[in-house]
């Protein structure tokens, strides 16, 4: 049974560095029903809580809680478009949660176009 994160649902999650290199604005730019949830912490971090209070930032969580907390969101959101390999990526799919990403070199090898 999935966990209930206490968010409106449907809760779209994104776990990583909170950089610029990250392209966290992507996402909590987009208009989105539910919750938009951020796990993680990096420099950041205080512009963004302040640009986008609506958005839930969680920052670090230990393993064992963030293995919940990926099975218990709808959709796993990878807005990076530079990263070449996203762990998290195979963590939230290991979760059995669909992931978002942009059609690019490295998501696009781990969740194939139109998949996952």
């Known amino acids: 049974k999935r966990k209930d994160l206490g968010f409106p649902g ?3 999650l994104c776990v990583g560095r909170v950089a610029i290199e990250k392209n966290l604005s992507a996402f909590l730019d987009l208009d989105l029903p539910g919750s938009k949830v951020i796990v993680g912490e990096g420099p950041e971090l205080a512009k963004l809580k302040a640009k986008y209070p609506k958005a839930h930032f969680l920052g670090h969580r230990p393993n064992d809680e963030l293995a919940e907390i990926y099975a218990s ?8 478009r530079t990263d070449t390999f996203g762990n998290v990526i195979i963590e939230a799919l290991a979760s059995g949660t669909p992931v978002a990403a942009y059609p690019v070199t ?3 090898d781990i969740v194939g176009d139109g998949f996952g």
């Open 10 to 12: 449907p809760v779209f």
């Open 73 to 80: 969101a709808d959709v796993f959101v990878f807005p990076s």
């Open 106 to 108: 490295g998501p696009i």
